[in-house]
């Protein structure tokens, strides 16, 4: 069976570069979420889109940005990078079949940035 | 709002003694999910099992147990005989449905578990 998809799964930048980070989404899968896991840290959710749209937003910082395109892949870009954005950073993503019922989340494998 | 407690850091077995991992939750909503994740060293998050705010029926599923008690806000998690392949750090996690679609997952700090021979 066809798995979260992200990409690139390492990627490593110095101090106030850019990254965009990619995820897409199990087919017919219509909401992305991404979490950001410092280390030792639990996963914290930053974004979700539902039908390209921006469901939820948690502790994300202005220098990130993320959308959902209309092949309901994201993309997550991040400015001016800090050392503290170093972590794992995962995407999950569900099929939100009924607004009322759980829907559950499948995560990808991670994309872990290192800022130099 | 939402939060899980973990309150073990860290906990080292010898291998083939049983472990329960403890986990806490606070909520206001009346649905929620609750759920186990394994996350071994290589560092994908391994789901392992879900539960609803409604079925408080424990589970067993082969070594791992769940112990769900709504009067107690607790969902905890028992491996028997453990493994060395056990060892991993092992999230409990809350989700309740988003407004504005999909469902949003509120982690607790995590249990280091080492298995060790």
């Known amino acids: 069976a066809a798995g979260v998809i992200q990409s690139p799964r390492h990627l490593i930048k110095e101090k106030r570069e850019t990254a965009t980070l990619k995820c897409y989404p199990i087919p017919r899968h219509d909401t992305v979420y991404w979490y950001q896991q410092g280390p030792g840290q639990d996963p914290q959710f930053l974004i979700s889109f539902y039908e390209k749209m921006q469901s939820d937003k948690g502790s994300i910082p202005d220098r990130f940005s993320a959308q959902q395109f209309s092949d309901y892949h994201s993309e997550l870009n991040m400015s001016s990078l800090e050392l503290g954005d170093s972590a794992l950073y995962f995407c999950?993503?569900?099929?939100?079949?009924?607004?009322?019922?759980?829907?559950?989340?499948?995560f990808g494998p991670g994309t872990r940035l290192t800022v130099l | 709002a939402q939060k899980v407690t973990q309150a073990q850091t860290e906990i080292s077995v010898v291998e083939k003694e049983d472990v329960t991992l403890d986990c806490v939750y606070e909520?206001?909503?009346?649905?929620?999910?609750l759920f186990w994740y394994k996350q071994p060293p290589s560092g994908e998050l391994v789901f392992l099992i879900r539960?609803?705010?409604?079925?408080?029926q424990n589970e067993i599923s082969g070594r791992y147990s769940w112990n769900f008690q709504k009067s107690t806000s607790s969902f905890n998690f028992t491996i028997t005989a453990s493994q060395v392949v056990d060892s991993a750090v092992y999230f409990c996690a809350l989700s309740f449905i988003l407004t504005g679609g999909g469902n949003k997952l509120t982690f607790g700090t995590g249990t280091q578990l080492k298995v060790e021979l």
């Open positions: 539960r609803n705010s409604f079925d408080e």
């Open positions: 999950a993503s569900s099929s939100n079949i009924a607004a009322t019922s759980y829907n559950e989340q499948f």
């Open positions: 909520t206001r909503d009346t649905t929620y999910y």
